[in-house]
Structure formats: C-alpha cells, structure tokens
C-alpha cells in the first residue's frame, strides 16, 4: 500500500500568517498517461465530518476560499493557507486515490498562536 | 443538495454483527462509487470499503476482508455496511461518503455525518 506522511503533526500560526502542510508519498500518485495527480486534502473540524478541500493535488473543491491552495507532484505535496483564519482551525489529512488502498496521512493539527 | 445519512451504529459485544446503512439524496446515486470510512476515537481517518456505482467491484482495507461486506440497493438510495466478527479495534465513528465520479481512482465528497460503533462487552 501507498504510505502517506504529513509533516508537521501539529502547527500554530498566528492569524493572517501563512500555514503550510506538508504531505508525502512512498510511491507517485502521478499517474503518467493523463499527467495528473491522485492526491487530495480534507479538512475536519472538531466535531464534524471531513470536508474536500482540493483535488487533483492543485484543484480547489467549489466553495473552497481561495487562501487554500494546493501544489506538488509525483511524491511531494504542499497544502498552503495563505492568510489565516479563525474558521481554519481543524485537522488537515492528505489522502492518495491513485490505488484502492485510499490511504490518508495521519493528520496535522493547525492552531492559532 | 447532496445529503448522505448513516444509522446503524451502537454498542455491540466482540464476535456479533451490526449493519450499517447510508442513506443517500441529492444526487443520481445509481451512478456514483460510494465508500465507508471509519475514525477510531482520536485518531486519524482509515478508508474501510467502497463500492462501484452499480455494485459490481468491491474492494476492502485488509484488515476487514472476510468479516466486513459492503453493498448499495440502487431503487432505494441507500448504502450498507454489514459487519461480522466484530472486534474491539473496529470502535470507530463510521463515515459514508460519496466518489467524485462512477470511476475508481477518485476522491471522497461529501461525507455523512457519521455514526458510533462501539464494540465492548
């Protein structure tokens, strides 16, 4: 199976500061014949069910503010958080689709410093 | 809009079963790949099952085969999760949630708000 690894596993950032999640894989998700990345982000916050952030590692999901972005390939992958904000706190999973093992990395924690 | 609700869950003795069922509007769900995804208390997210749009692919995280079977009744909206030979490690809030297509290799949204499975005895 595809290992995923986020780092950091929790991250203060002070608010309108930029939050930066890092996610890898122990094998591509670049899948060569479309160029696409099988990667995505979710987003959970305390109490609620996971919520779609990005797709195709750089996509973002309709109704998704723009301060969230996505970037990477093949093996490394960022979640960017340009300016953040209260509603943003929440624990940040990256997940690969690439094989129907669809695992997800552990998690990072995001809080406000 | 797309609505996904599950029941089901409770408080189940090591070794029975529970069903699990999902009930889907909001969107053509005869057309859609649709997953179970569980959440051990405190922990992280573990992809547990999914199922083809018309039922005919299922594939299972190993440490569920042969105890867990996932199935869809398409005439009536409504995803299943029928789990045997429950042990305490399957305690986890379970998710339904929908594919983004009818295709395999795709991502998970929305998701359900999701229901407790506690097995203890």
């Known amino acids: 199976d595809i290992v995923m690894t986020q780092s950091p596993d929790s991250l203060a950032v002070s608010l309108g500061e930029r939050a930066t999640i890092n996610c890898k894989s122990s094998?591509?998700?670049?899948?060569?014949?479309?160029?696409?990345?099988?990667l995505a982000w979710y987003q959970q916050k305390p109490g609620q069910p996971p919520k779609l952030l990005i797709y195709?590692?750089?996509t973002r999901e309709s109704g998704v503010p723009d301060r969230f972005s996505g970037s990477g390939s093949a093996t490394d992958f960022t979640l960017t958080i340009s300016s953040l904000q209260a509603e943003d706190v929440a624990v940040y999973y990256c997940?690969?689709?690439?094989?129907?093992?669809?695992?997800f990395g552990q998690g990072t924690k995001l809080e406000i410093k | 809009q797309v609505q996904l609700v599950e029941s089901g869950g409770g408080v189940v003795q090591p070794g029975r079963s529970l069903r699990l069922s999902c009930a889907a509007s909001?969107?053509?769900?005869?057309?859609?790949?649709m997953h179970w995804v569980r959440q051990a208390p405190g922990k992280g997210l573990e992809w547990v099952a999914v199922?083809?749009?018309?039922?005919?692919?299922?594939y299972y995280v190993d440490s569920v085969k042969g105890r867990f079977t996932i199935s869809r009744d398409n005439s009536k909206n409504t995803l299943y999760l029928q789990m045997n030979s429950l042990r305490a490690e399957d305690t986890a809030v379970y998710y339904c949630?929908?594919?983004?297509?009818?295709?395999?290799?795709?991502?998970?949204?929305?998701w359900g708000q999701g229901t407790l499975v506690t097995v203890s005895s």
């Open positions: 094998q591509s998700v670049l899948y060569s014949s479309n160029n696409k990345n099988y």
């Open positions: 997940q690969q689709y690439y094989s129907p093992s669809y695992t």
């Open positions: 195709w590692a750089s």
């Open positions: 199922i083809s749009y018309d039922g005919g692919n299922k």
């Open positions: 949630a929908k594919g983004g297509s009818s295709g395999w290799n795709i991502w998970f949204g929305p």
């Open positions: 909001g969107f053509t769900f005869s057309s859609y790949g």
